[in-house]
Every structure is written in structure tokens, then in C-alpha cells.
């Protein structure tokens, strides 16, 4: 049986759907909440779903039949302000999750994130090296959340404390696609782009406020979730694979490609609207990120990322445009 935390959100879900596909027994733990998150697992058999509070009283029953926990769950909003609660659930969870595999012989593969390199003035290298780890400023809270987990978990294996048999922390850069609509003001610049462009509107990107970035012209690594999927079931099937890891394209693209690749996946023409970067965010807005793939590369993966069109069209025509939105 496999554990996936946070199978109800974004990446999670889509993760489970893979799992669910294979015939693997999920089970999930996630909070629904009263919205539509519940309808991202409306498809799937699942094996168990469990309140993340009732999680420490399942393990201790049912972690025996465990082979494997993806740990995606955490508070991933990039403009949380309450650091307890960040702490609480992206760092003390996590170290008690990676304990816990250690005394039990369970692999952990969990979601850490692009955010841990701040500005990318240090770069984007998925080490471990922890004079590198130390030199990284993540922006916000969240960032620092994920960044502290990293840290520690650094310390720990360089130390030679137990760890998991096998494990892999993954930086998700810009993904995109299916299953990310209760994420509301988190979600996707492509999702917000389709309502606009929905509801009539010009699709709006932010200005630049630097001489060598044109408008729109600021770059990101933008990674479709199916990428991200097939990194982690890859991962599940190398044990000799242990570290930290990247996850997004390789290549960086503007935000104007970005737009552009929606209109063409609605069969439209462009039109686009730059506004004022809001004064709140526009010294700490970053211009640039892209994802070093060297690590997971020479570890063995060979699966090429989808160009930012193809994930476009696919997302937008098999999805976002289509009469059940959800995967």
C-alpha cells in the first residue's frame, strides 16, 4: 500500500490518479474542507483517506502494510503569514514523517520546493551540500518552511543519523494542469489567463520594472503536473536513488509565451494587457528561474519534459475547456 499525504490537492491527486491507474492500494490523507477539493479524488478507489490530525493513530495500525509515502502535504501558499502553522505543518510533520520511515524501513519521496532559492541570486543547484543550503534566502515564509526541512534533513544524513532506506526530496518549480482550481489565487498563471480570457477580458501580465526584461518578458520554469508525476513514479522504482532534486522543465519561458500558448490552445488570436507589478511584491518579484536537471538526469531519468505548448494545449483543450474539468 502506498501513503500519499496531501492527496487531495494539486500534484497529490494527480499523483494518486497514476497510482490508482496502476492498481496500486492509495491510501490518502488531506483535509476536503467544504469546497470542491473533494471532487480532485472523485475518480479513484482508494484504500483509506484520513484526517491529517488522525494520521499519528493509522500508522501505528496500518503503517506495517506500507511500502512507500509521498509526502506532498503541506500549507503551499506563497503569501501565508501565520509561520507557526507553516512550521507545524511543512517542517515538524515532514521531520516526524521522515522519523517515522527511518525506525520503519519505509521509503519517503516529499514535496519541497523552487521557493528554497529565493531569488535565484545563488542559483538554482538541487545540493545538499550544506554550505550551499545555508547561502540560500527564500523569500516568504513558505519558502523558508520547505528550506528549513531541506536543511535539516542535510544535517541528518551528513551526519549519519537514520534515515529512510530510500529518498528524495523534489523542488517543484512553476507546474501547471489539472486538479488545481481550489488553489484559487495560488493556482496557476495559466489557469487564471483561461478565466480571463473566459469572462472576455484581456489577459493580464505584469509589466516590467527592470531595463533588461521587456514586458511579460519574465521567465520561469513552467513544468505541466503529468512531468512531475512521472518523476516521482520514477524515483519510487530506484532505490539506489537517494537526494534532492529538482523537478521542472530545464528551460526557461516568458510569461508572454506563456499567454500566448493559451490563446492558441482556445484558437485565438492575443490579446494582452500588462499592469503595474503591485508595489507590495515588486522588489522581491523574481525575473528569472529555471531548473538545473543535471542530478536527476544523471541519476537516470530520461523522460523529456512536455514543451510549455504541448502542456498548454493539452491542459486547456482536455480540461480546463472541457464540460468535467477534473482528472
Known amino acids: 500500500m502506498i501513503l500519499v499525504t496531501g492527496g487531495a490537492g494539486f500534484i497529490g491527486s494527480n499523483l494518486v490518479a497514476a497510482l490508482d491507474a496502476r492498481g496500486e492500494r492509495v491510501a490518502v490523507s488531506d483535509r476536503l474542507g467544504q469546497g470542491d477539493k473533494w471532487r480532485n479524488l472523485a475518480k479513484r478507489e482508494l484504500e483509506a483517506l484520513i484526517r491529517p490530525e488522525a494520521l499519528d493513530a493509522w500508522l501505528e495500525e496500518c503503517g506495517g502494510e506500507l511500502d512507500l509515502i509521498y509526502h506532498m502535504g503541506a500549507i503551499s501558499s506563497t503569501t501565508e503569514t501565520d509561520a507557526d502553522a507553516l512550521v507545524a505543518n511543512n517542517l515538524l510533520l515532514s521531520q516526524k514523517l521522515w522519523t517515522w520511515c527511518a525506525e520503519n524501513g519505509v521509503p519517503l519521496i516529499y514535496a519541497s520546493s523552487a521557493a528554497t532559492y529565493g531569488d535565484g541570486a545563488q542559483g538554482f543547484d538541487d545540493s545538499l551540500d550544506r554550505g550551499y543550503l545555508a547561502s540560500l534566502r527564500p523569500l516568504n515564509a513558505y519558502g523558508w518552511s520547505k528550506h ?88 519510487a522504482g530506484q532505490p539506489e536513488v537517494s537526494g534532492l532534486f529538482n523537478v521542472g522543465s530545464g528551460k526557461a519561458r516568458s510569461f508572454l509565451d506563456l499567454a500566448t500558448g493559451v490563446f492558441a490552445a482556445l484558437g485565438r488570436e492575443p490579446d494582452i494587457a500588462f499592469v503595474p507589478t503591485p508595489e507590495a511584491i515588486r522588489e522581491k518579484y523574481q525575473y528569472f528561474t529555471e531548473a538545473r536537471m543535471d542530478r536527476l538526469r544523471t541519476a537516470g531519468f530520461q523522460a523529456n519534459a512536455l514543451s510549455l505548448e504541448e502542456g498548454l494545449r493539452r491542459y486547456v483543450q482536455d480540461y480546463l475547456a472541457s464540460p468535467d474539468p477534473y482528472r
Not at 523542488?171 to 489565487?185: C, D, Q, S, T
Not at 501580465?205 to 518523476?231: E, I, M, N, T
Open 148 to 235: 528549513a526541512f531541506d536543511r535539516w534533513v542535510a544535517r541528518r544524513t551528513e551526519e549519519g543519523w537514520p534515515s529512510p532506506p530510500h529518498w528524495a526530496g523534489l523542488k517543484f518549480f512553476n507546474v501547471y494542469g489539472p486538479n488545481e482550481y481550489h488553489k484559487g489565487g495560488q493556482a496557476s498563471v495559466a489557469w487564471h489567463l483561461f478565466g480571463q480570457i473566459g469572462r472576455g477580458e484581456a489577459a493580464r501580465l505584469f509589466k516590467s520594472h527592470r531595463p533588461d526584461y521587456a514586458d511579460g518578458g519574465q521567465l520561469r520554469d513552467f513544468v505541466h503536473v503529468d512531468d512531475c508525476v512521472d518523476a516521482m513514479l520514477w524515483l
